[in-house]
């Protein structure tokens, strides 16, 4: 089956410190992986994604890797700051059947100044 | 501007009652989902449906319905068979075919009194 297992939190860092969130799948076929960001109070927003594997996702000074060999998509990024302060989720989502997305149980990071 | 809206941001239901929430979409994706949220956990998906007049069950659809009888438009009503509805619920849209990405509301907290 589908699932995705993500590093559990909370993570609290120092601005402009280095984030590195790791997320493992397990997944029949080839998935789509991707990293939503959910801040305070709303809904989920696309992060980044990737298709295949070897491709690089990344958006915002945020990235990750699609890596087959070792099933991973950490998502990582080089100096944070206040505002990354949110809800991280890794997903995937099957190219089987209905196309619905998997989601790990999320990372809540805090940055402090 | 395109884009998910949902209504109400905050929703209180008395016991026995039935609550209907909305999603409202014009981005013309033809996929659209429900998931419901608790704190500490990933998303669990409750309904979807990739066509009008057409939807299938999630992981969770026990005490829940929904129709959806326009594209734009897939509302979710928590029944008095849903013992435990206190969370916040999401809904997302896709456009059709494996590779597109599902995008989000801004969500529903639904309490009870």
């Known amino acids: 089956g589908n699932s995705v297992t993500q590093m559990e939190g909370p993570v609290t860092l120092s601005e402009e410190a280095f984030l590195t969130i790791n997320c493992t799948y397990t997944a029949t076929g080839y998935p789509s992986l991707f990293w939503y960001v959910q801040y305070p109070g709303e809904g989920l927003q696309l992060l980044l994604k990737?298709?295949?594997?070897?491709d690089k996702g990344s958006n915002k000074g945020f990235e990750a890797t699609y890596r087959k060999e070792t099933t991973s998509f950490h998502l990582e990024k080089g100096s944070v700051q206040v505002s990354d302060s949110a809800v991280y989720f890794c997903?995937?989502?099957?190219?089987?059947?209905?196309?619905?997305?998997?989601f790990g149980t999320g990372t809540r990071l805090t940055v402090i100044p | 501007d395109g884009g998910i809206t949902q209504s109400p941001k905050y929703l209180f239901r008395k016991e026995g009652q039935n609550v209907t929430l909305s999603c409202e979409q014009n981005?013309?994706?033809?996929?659209m989902y429900w998931y419901r949220q608790d704190p500490g956990q990933g998303l669990r998906l409750i309904y979807y449906s990739q066509i009008v007049n057409d939807f299938q069950k999630g992981d969770i659809a026990e005490g829940y319905s929904v129709s959806r009888e326009k594209k734009e438009s897939f509302p979710l009503t928590v029944t008095s068979a849903q013992k435990n509805p206190t969370a916040f619920y999401l809904c997302?849209?896709?456009?059709?075919?494996?590779?597109?990405?599902?995008?989000f509301g801004p969500g529903t907290r639904l309490l009870v009194l």
């Open positions: 981005l013309n994706h033809d996929a």
């Open positions: 990737a298709t295949k594997a070897d």
């Open positions: 997903a995937l989502s099957d190219q089987t059947g209905a196309n619905n997305l998997f």
């Open positions: 997302a849209s896709k456009q059709a075919g494996v590779w597109g990405t599902q995008y």
